[in-house]
């Protein structure tokens, strides 16, 4: 079956940096638009930031320039690498595999999710 499994997590002060990773098995990953998602307590999960099999990049205004997303389709694996972070950004992270768009229904295949926590 199809498995996302999210990582690199934790818990950074405002201005630092992180970078999750996703490892995607039991699908043909290249077939496969990734995206990122987020969730705060209290609120819905929001889009954040998506790439193409050949590397085409989407991202959320309040993460432009300062998130990246990048893939490497021989390890299937999906990175978000998060700089100048700042308490807004603390939400649980989820890796989405799907089609191109920035809706949750634009996504078939979802991980678990990784805690990430900013403090000021």
């Known amino acids: 079956q199809v498995q996302l499994v999210e990582s690199g997590g934790g818990l950074v002060q405002a201005g630092g940096s992180l970078r999750l990773s996703c490892a995607a098995s039991?699908?043909?990953?290249?077939?496969?638009?990734m995206g990122w998602f987020r969730q705060a307590p209290g609120k819905e999960r929001e889009f954040v930031a998506s790439?193409?099999?050949?590397?085409?990049?989407t991202y959320t205004d309040s993460v432009k320039g300062r998130f990246a997303i990048s893939r490497d389709n021989a390890k299937n694996t999906v990175y978000l690498q998060m700089s100048s972070l700042n308490p807004e950004d603390t939400a649980v992270y989820y890796c989405?595999?799907?089609?191109?768009?920035?809706?949750?229904?634009?996504?078939?295949?979802w991980g678990q999710g990784t805690q990430v926590t900013v403090s000021s």
């Open positions: 989405a595999a799907g089609g191109w768009g920035m809706m949750s229904s634009d996504y078939m295949y």
């Open positions: 039991g699908l043909t990953f290249s077939n496969y638009v």
């Open positions: 790439v193409t099999w050949n590397g085409r990049t």
